[in-house]
């Protein structure tokens, strides 16, 4: 099993920054991608951004110049920097790890963290 701690979540006001930092520990090996998803009232989870272990990253099209991705590979931790913030940013905000295990495909998911972004 894979543990996902998030942290770095609260209330800012559109225009300000926040970073959010996500540690995987237990059974971690071979996980390839880890990301952010998030989630809003009313809405399905969407990603956000996300990063493979040899670095490259994909972005929601909502997100990208503001969001950068990142990941420690030694310590099992993806961090996503937000700039700019804007009220539609406001969501739960949910750490995601994923792997294939002897062909089995595993997603693991973080507990979230919210985000609320006042105007």
């Known amino acids: 099993q894979v543990q996902l701690v998030e942290s770095g979540g609260g209330l800012v006001q559109a225009g300000g920054s926040l970073r959010l930092s996500c540690a995987a520990s237990?059974?971690?090996?071979?996980?390839?991608?880890m990301g952010w998803y998030r989630q809003a009232p009313g809405k399905q989870r969407e990603l956000v951004a996300a990063?493979?272990?040899?670095?490259?990253?994909n972005y929601a099209d909502s997100v990208k110049g503001r969001f950068t991705i990142s990941r420690d590979n030694a310590k099992n931790t993806v961090y996503l920097q937000m700039n700019s913030l804007k009220p539609e940013d406001t969501a739960v905000y949910y750490c995601?790890?994923?792997?294939?295990?002897?062909?089995?495909?595993?997603?693991?998911w973080g507990q979230g963290t919210q985000i609320t972004v006042s105007s």
């Open positions: 990063i493979t272990t040899g670095g490259t990253t």
């Open positions: 237990g059974i971690i090996f071979s996980i390839n991608a």
């Open positions: 995601n790890a994923a792997r294939t295990v002897i062909g089995v495909p595993q997603v693991y």
